[in-house]
């Protein structure tokens, strides 16, 4: 069983920016698509944007603005939120899918906006 752990998220001003990272518990994570995901209260989860294995092609859905960048770096795959509003406060996950098509989730990670 691959455990997956999301950090980074805290109490953030409005305008600010905050740095998501998703890590596993396994050596191979660089050959998992990973993707970042997340629930606002009361709404369902939503996808922000993914990562194909060793990085190759970050995919957003047309929805997601170009606030949300994801990366690859130091076997971890981060989330950069820019320009954060009250609207972003939401619980944000990570999923990742083995080459065998096994999807593992986090528990979340909370991003709190808020003057």
């Known amino acids: 069983q691959v455990r997956v752990v999301e950090s980074g998220g805290g109490l953030v001003h409005p305008g600010g920016s905050v740095r998501l990272s998703c890590e596993a518990s396994?050596?191979?994570?660089?050959?998992?698509?990973v993707s970042w995901h997340r629930q606002r209260a009361g709404e369902e989860r939503e996808l922000l944007a993914g990562v194909g294995i060793d990085g190759g092609g970050a995919r957003y859905p047309d929805s997601v603005e170009d606030r949300f960048v994801i990366f690859r770096h130091n076997n971890k795959v981060w989330l950069q939120i820019n320009n954060l509003r009250p609207s972003d406060t939401a619980i944000y996950y990570c999923g990742a899918v083995s080459g065998s098509g096994m999807q593992y989730w986090g528990k979340g990670t909370l991003v709190t906006v808020s003057s």
């Open positions: 396994t050596a191979a994570f660089e050959n998992y698509a």
